[in-house]
């Protein structure tokens, strides 16, 4: 006999949820990347039939968003509010750094989209109250939200995207960048030094750096000076 909530051994569709279709998703999707995720394989991983999983998704690309969105699940759940909206907006930024490299192949594949799920809305609501505790206006503090999710988003989906890269491909992309920084410096007399300057580069303090170019920006608009303005 199948033990209780299955028959047969399977799982009876009415007892799957929407977060164990996800959980499976995820593992899928670590150990074999997104490209192995599908309705079928979740099927057999959960013992369901795959049409079971059409009454939580209606497609593959609703259940990847959901998948995605577990990312800022994690780094809304983590996010501990300090008072300081300078350092938590730092906080925020290296919780997705840690999260994102984690998940980097689902993000990689994914690049950057707006689940709309509720880590997606967690993770905005923490940086727009920061913004506005930095004493910016509504119509400031939007600005500041997407230039500074957009940089770094940007960032993890880059980190991310190197990250899945096959050991033979990253040798040739830094092969490339060496190649590219010395016929710089061939041309460009001022810029002998920067070869050697390019390999010791220390790719989290950039990522540091980017959020603190961010705070500073943030504490001029709300000093009187803005950077840069909403279009219409």
Request: glycine share 10%.
């Amino acid at each position: 006999m199948g033990s209780a909530g299955t028959t047969g051994g399977r799982r009876r569709g009415s007892t799957l949820t929407r977060e164990q279709i996800i959980e499976a998703a995820v593992e899928i999707s670590t150990a074999e990347g997104p490209a192995g995720v599908s309705f079928r394989s979740l099927g057999a991983r959960l013992g369901v039939v795959a049409t079971a999983l059409y009454r939580h998704f209606r497609d593959k690309d609703e259940l990847m968003l959901a998948l995605a969105d577990q990312i800022f699940v994690e780094i809304a759940d983590r996010f501990t509010p300090t008072g300081d909206w300078a350092a938590d907006l730092h906080q925020i930024a290296l919780l997705g750094q840690e999260v994102g490299r984690r998940h980097a192949v689902t993000l990689a594949w994914l690049g950057y989209r707006n689940t709309g799920g509720p880590g997606d809305q967690g993770v905005a609501l923490a940086v727009l109250r920061l913004l506005l505790d930095a004493g910016l206006t509504q119509e400031q503090a939007l600005f500041h939200y997407e230039l500074f999710t957009d940089t770094v988003m940007g960032l993890l989906t880059v980190d991310a995207m190197r990250a899945s890269l096959t050991e033979e491909a990253r040798r040739k992309d830094d092969a490339a960048l060496s190649a590219l920084y010395a016929n710089i410096a061939r041309a460009e007399p001022r810029a002998s030094r920067m070869p050697a300057l390019a390999i010791d580069s220390d790719p989290d303090a950039l990522f540091a750096a980017q959020v603190d170019l961010h705070v500073q920006a943030i504490r001029a608009t709300a000093s009187g000076a803005p950077v840069g303005t909403r279009r219409g």
